[in-house]
Nanobody, 115 residues
Framework: QVQLVESGGGLVQPGGSLRLSCAASGIFFRQYAMGWYRQAPGKQRELVATIFSGDYTTYADSVKGRFTISRDNAKNTVYLQMNTLNAEDTAVYYC?????????WGQGTQVTVSS
């Protein structure tokens, strides 16, 4: 059974930082591309960052220079370090594991940026 469990969300002030984690089980983790997505109220889910099996990374323009995606294959975990957060980053953040036609999603973790 595949499970992706996100953690690390919460309430943070503008300009603050959070680190999200997504722990995977039931998959051969190192083979999968891992992505972080987010969905704000009333908006479509959008891709934030991706890290591929060879550690190549991509980012949405809105988070470049502020967010960093990384992975620890020994721990089957992908991380999203988020710095200089602003109100527009408020959303539910989801991780996704992808390998060919296979796609698995976590349940999401809420990030709220507010003073």
């Amino acid at each position: 059974q595949v499970q992706l469990v996100e953690s690390g969300g919460g309430l943070v002030q503008p300009g603050g930082s959070l680190r999200l984690s997504c722990a995977a089980s039931g998959i051969f983790f190192r083979q999968y591309a891992m992505g972080w997505y987010r969905q704000a109220p009333g908006k479509q889910r959008e891709l934030v960052a991706t890290i591929f099996s060879g550690d190549y990374t991509t980012y949405a323009d809105s988070v470049k220079g502020r967010f960093t995606i990384s992975r620890d294959n020994a721990k089957n975990t992908v991380y999203l370090q988020m710095n200089t957060l602003n109100a527009e980053d408020t959303a539910v953040y989801y991780c996704k594991a992808s390998l060919g036609p296979l796609n698995y999603w976590g349940q999401g973790t809420q990030v709220t940026v507010s003073s």
